[in-house]
């Protein structure tokens, strides 16, 4: 009983950011994890979906940040925010939203 409610608190779910490239302007899907005990989203990664965007080299001094659509989403609140967003959304990033999971 009592490793069933601590692995319970340690469970963590994936959610979604979405962050618009300051000179593509090309959205892209990042993965960071909710935590159920502490009720909070942790960062999320700092490479995109499509490993194409690092938001840690994307940071500099003097020059405009990546600006945040939407943060700490579940998959199907990303699915519909991405979907109204249409082709701002990179393509492969987008894709992963749908894809179905490997057993």
């Known amino acids: ?58 940071i500099e001094p003097g020059e405009p940040e990546p600006e945040e659509i939407f943060a700490c989403e579940e998959e199907q609140a990303a699915r519909d925010k991405c979907a109204t967003l249409g082709r701002e959304v990179c393509g492969t990033c987008v894709s992963t939203l749908y894809a179905t999971e490997k057993e």
Do not use: A
């Open 1 to 58: 009983m009592r490793h069933s409610m601590l692995r319970k608190m340690l469970e963590s779910e994936d959610r979604y950011f979405l962050y618009r490239h300051p000179e593509t302007n090309e959205c892209h899907i990042f993965i960071g994890k909710y935590s159920q005990w502490l009720r909070t989203c942790e960062s999320p990664s700092p490479k995109s979906v499509c490993e194409r965007v690092n938001l840690d080299l994307l």
